[in-house]
T-cell receptor, first 113, second 115 residues
Framework: GEDVEQSLFLSVREGDSSVINCTYT??????LYWYKQEPGAGLQLLTY?????DMKQDQRLTVLLNKKDKHLSLRIADTQTGDSAIYFC?????????????FGTGTKLQVIP | ETGVTQSPTHLIKTRGQQVTLRCSSQ?????VSWYQQALGQGPQFIFQ???????GRGNFPPRFSGLQFPNYSSELNVNALELDDSALYLC??????????????FGPGTRLLVL
């Protein structure tokens, strides 16, 4: 079945870049996502990338996809204290005509002032 | 703000009871998916409804059931509640064609505590 793995924790200093990594197993994934979850809140879609793309940049966010290695990363430039949250990598797959999004366990990003 | 709303925001139930959670989709979206997020975990797919029919299901027992209404709002029902059902329940809406892969937008969730 589908599996998505992430490291559990990342700590960076304010102003530095953060890189959060993710690996996935489903080679038929069409979309790959990054979601942000702040304490006690739902999921906020940060960005997504089609599986036929290598890179996507959106302001401070850069997503890199290595489809051969099934590796996805999210780089946050100039990390701010407001970026402290849990970041979920997710892949969109599913068969039988429906879409199922499989999430990793999340990476907790701590930004040190 | 995604335009997806859920109610209630918090709920406390006891073992064996039944619960109904509600979700209103973003305008123009015809598909609703439900997820369970246990503490410290990523969301787990429960099921998806497309145009009022269940369109796919994850590894959850039959006591988890749902409905989608003509206005595309949705309910998640859980019977015979167990302690392990305590979690954040998230719904997500999307505007997809059958077999499509449209982006899902999440609501803020309902936090359920089973005592």
């Amino acid at each position: 079945g589908e599996d998505v793995e992430q490291s559990l924790f990342l700590s960076v200093r304010e102003g530095d870049s953060s890189v959060i990594n993710c690996t996935y197993t489903d080679s038929s994934s069409t979309y790959l996502y990054w979601y942000k979850q702040e304490p006690g809140a739902g999921l906020q879609l940060l960005t997504y990338i089609f599986s036929n793309m290598d890179m996507k940049q959106d302001q401070r966010l850069t997503v890199l996809l290595n489809k051969k290695d099934k590796h996805l990363s999210l780089r946050i430039a100039d990390t701010q204290t407001g970026d402290s949250a849990i970041y979920f990598c997710a892949e969109s797959g599913g068969s039988g005509g429906y879409q199922k999004v499989t999430f990793g366990t999340g990476t907790k990003l701590q930004v040190i002032p | 703000e995604t335009g997806v709303t859920q109610s209630p925001t918090h709920l406390i139930k006891t073992r064996g009871q039944q619960v109904t959670l509600r979700c209103s989709s973003q305008s123009g979206h015809n598909t609703v998916s439900w997820y369970q997020q246990a503490l410290g975990q990523g969301p787990q797919f429960i099921f998806q409804y497309y145009r009022e029919e269940e369109n796919g299901r994850g590894n959850f027992p039959p006591r988890f059931s749902g409905l989608q209404f003509p206005n595309y709002s949705s309910e998640l029902n859980v019977n015979a509640l167990e302690l392990d059902d305590s979690a954040l329940y998230l719904c997500a809406s999307s505007a997809q064609q059958r077999g499509g892969r449209e982006t899902q937008y999440f609501g803020p969730g309902t936090r359920l505590l089973v005592l």
